[in-house]
Protein backbone atom coordinates (compact mmCIF):
# COMPACT_ATOMS: atom_id res chain seq x y z
CA UNK A 1 0.00 0.00 0.00
CA UNK A 2 1.38 3.48 -0.72
CA UNK A 3 2.20 5.76 2.09
CA UNK A 4 -0.27 8.89 2.23
CA UNK A 5 3.10 11.58 2.62
CA UNK A 6 1.77 14.61 5.19
CA UNK A 7 3.80 17.13 6.39
CA UNK A 8 3.92 17.14 10.41
CA UNK A 9 1.42 20.41 10.29
CA UNK A 10 -1.69 18.44 8.48
CA UNK A 11 -0.97 15.58 10.53
CA UNK A 12 -1.34 17.53 13.79
CA UNK A 13 -4.27 19.72 11.93
CA UNK A 14 -5.73 15.85 11.17
CA UNK A 15 -5.18 14.51 14.74
CA UNK A 16 -6.31 17.53 16.40
CA UNK A 17 -9.42 17.34 14.87
CA UNK A 18 -10.05 13.58 15.46
CA UNK A 19 -9.67 14.19 18.90
CA UNK A 20 -12.31 17.01 19.64
CA UNK A 21 -14.58 15.07 17.61
CA UNK A 22 -14.20 11.96 19.57
CA UNK A 23 -13.73 13.46 23.19
CA UNK A 24 -15.58 16.39 22.94
CA UNK A 25 -18.33 16.56 19.94
CA UNK A 26 -19.58 13.39 20.21
CA UNK A 27 -20.16 13.03 23.86
CA UNK A 28 -21.68 16.10 23.95
CA UNK A 29 -24.22 15.21 21.09
CA UNK A 30 -24.82 11.55 22.56
CA UNK A 31 -25.80 13.80 25.97
CA UNK A 32 -28.41 15.62 23.97
CA UNK A 33 -29.60 12.33 22.71
CA UNK A 34 -29.96 10.37 26.09
CA UNK A 35 -31.63 13.70 27.50
CA UNK A 36 -34.30 13.58 24.68
CA UNK A 37 -34.87 10.22 24.98
CA UNK A 38 -35.05 10.65 28.58
CA UNK A 39 -38.36 12.93 27.65
CA UNK A 40 -40.06 9.76 26.14
CA UNK A 41 -41.62 11.20 22.93
CA UNK A 42 -39.38 11.36 20.25
CA UNK A 43 -41.27 11.09 17.61
CA UNK A 44 -42.26 14.98 18.11
CA UNK A 45 -38.29 15.71 19.31
CA UNK A 46 -36.62 17.75 16.60
CA UNK A 47 -33.82 18.22 18.96
CA UNK A 48 -33.45 14.47 19.30
CA UNK A 49 -33.95 14.09 15.60
CA UNK A 50 -31.34 16.72 14.96
CA UNK A 51 -28.76 15.31 17.18
CA UNK A 52 -29.03 11.86 15.75
CA UNK A 53 -28.23 13.23 12.10
CA UNK A 54 -25.31 15.12 13.40
CA UNK A 55 -24.16 12.24 15.31
CA UNK A 56 -23.96 10.29 12.13
CA UNK A 57 -22.10 13.04 10.15
CA UNK A 58 -19.66 13.61 12.92
CA UNK A 59 -19.22 9.28 13.32
CA UNK A 60 -18.78 9.43 8.94
CA UNK A 61 -16.08 11.93 10.00
CA UNK A 62 -14.12 10.16 12.51
CA UNK A 63 -14.09 7.06 9.97
CA UNK A 64 -12.86 9.99 7.59
CA UNK A 65 -9.63 11.06 9.38
CA UNK A 66 -8.65 7.53 10.70
CA UNK A 67 -8.49 6.45 7.32
CA UNK A 68 -6.49 9.52 6.13
CA UNK A 69 -4.24 9.40 9.18
CA UNK A 70 -3.57 5.76 8.36
CA UNK A 71 -0.19 4.78 6.58
CA UNK A 72 1.25 8.58 6.95
CA UNK A 73 5.23 9.00 6.40
CA UNK A 74 5.52 12.33 7.90
CA UNK A 75 8.08 14.43 5.57
CA UNK A 76 9.51 17.81 5.98
CA UNK A 77 8.90 20.73 3.50
CA UNK A 78 12.22 21.67 2.69
CA UNK A 79 12.84 17.92 1.85
CA UNK A 80 9.92 18.09 -0.72
CA UNK A 81 10.79 21.07 -2.23
CA UNK A 82 14.25 20.37 -2.63
CA UNK A 83 13.20 17.17 -5.07
CA UNK A 84 12.66 17.92 -8.88
CA UNK A 85 10.11 15.14 -8.77
CA UNK A 86 6.44 16.02 -8.65
CA UNK A 87 5.04 14.45 -5.56
CA UNK A 88 3.04 15.74 -2.28
CA UNK A 89 3.53 19.68 -1.49
CA UNK A 90 5.30 20.19 -4.76
CA UNK A 91 4.78 23.74 -6.56
CA UNK A 92 4.62 23.24 -10.36
CA UNK A 93 4.66 25.51 -13.24
CA UNK A 94 2.62 24.03 -16.05
CA UNK A 95 2.29 24.98 -19.95
CA UNK A 96 -0.49 23.55 -21.10
CA UNK A 97 -0.52 22.85 -25.06
CA UNK A 98 -2.53 25.83 -25.85
CA UNK A 99 0.45 28.07 -24.46
CA UNK A 100 -1.45 28.78 -21.52
CA UNK A 101 0.76 28.38 -17.92
CA UNK A 102 -0.70 26.77 -14.74
CA UNK A 103 0.45 26.89 -11.31
CA UNK A 104 -0.26 24.32 -8.96
CA UNK A 105 0.58 22.85 -5.50
CA UNK A 106 -0.22 19.14 -5.55
CA UNK A 107 -2.01 18.07 -2.00
CA UNK A 108 -4.56 15.38 -0.59
CA UNK A 109 -8.21 15.91 -1.74
CA UNK A 110 -9.23 17.21 1.48
CA UNK A 111 -6.42 20.18 1.34
CA UNK A 112 -7.60 21.23 -2.15
CA UNK A 113 -8.02 25.10 -2.14
CA UNK A 114 -8.84 26.20 -5.98
CA UNK A 115 -8.91 30.25 -4.91
CA UNK A 116 -5.37 29.70 -3.13
CA UNK A 117 -2.51 30.92 -5.01
CA UNK A 118 -0.97 28.52 -6.23
CA UNK A 119 -4.06 26.75 -6.95
CA UNK A 120 -3.65 23.60 -4.60
CA UNK A 121 -4.99 20.62 -6.24
CA UNK A 122 -5.12 16.88 -5.25
CA UNK A 123 -3.10 13.67 -6.61
CA UNK A 124 -6.06 12.19 -7.62
CA UNK A 125 -7.18 15.05 -10.05
CA UNK A 126 -6.25 14.26 -13.95
CA UNK A 127 -3.87 16.71 -13.87
CA UNK A 128 -2.22 15.79 -10.47
CA UNK A 129 -2.42 11.97 -11.43
CA UNK A 130 -0.89 12.58 -14.74
CA UNK A 131 2.28 14.65 -13.38
CA UNK A 132 2.94 12.41 -10.07
CA UNK A 133 6.56 10.74 -10.28
CA UNK A 134 7.08 13.19 -13.23
CA UNK A 135 10.17 15.64 -13.33
CA UNK A 136 11.12 19.12 -14.76
CA UNK A 137 10.82 18.70 -18.89
CA UNK A 138 8.52 16.05 -18.69
CA UNK A 139 5.72 16.21 -20.98
CA UNK A 140 2.60 14.22 -20.33
CA UNK A 141 -0.87 13.81 -21.72
CA UNK A 142 -3.73 13.46 -20.14
CA UNK A 143 -7.37 13.34 -21.09
CA UNK A 144 -9.64 16.39 -20.63
CA UNK A 145 -12.94 16.69 -21.37
CA UNK A 146 -12.86 13.78 -23.76
CA UNK A 147 -9.84 15.02 -25.74
CA UNK A 148 -5.65 14.38 -24.99
CA UNK A 149 -3.91 17.29 -23.59
CA UNK A 150 -0.29 17.61 -23.61
CA UNK A 151 1.21 19.43 -20.60
CA UNK A 152 4.64 20.05 -20.17
CA UNK A 153 6.32 20.52 -16.51
CA UNK A 154 8.11 23.46 -16.62
CA UNK A 155 9.45 23.94 -12.60
CA UNK A 156 8.83 22.09 -9.71
CA UNK A 157 9.92 23.49 -6.27
Known amino acids: MKKKLLTQEWFDKLRKELIDLEEVQIPDVQSIIQEAQEAWDLSENSDYHAAKDKLALMQTRV ?3 KEMLK ?3 IVEKE ?5 TI ?3 QSEVVLEMDDGKIFHCKIVWSW ?3 IFSEPQKISFESPIG ?3 EGHKQGDVVTIKLDGSKKQIQIVSVK
Open 111 to 113: EVD
Open 63 to 65: SQL
Open 71 to 73: DVE
Open 129 to 131: AAI
Open 86 to 88: VRY
Open 79 to 83: DISAD
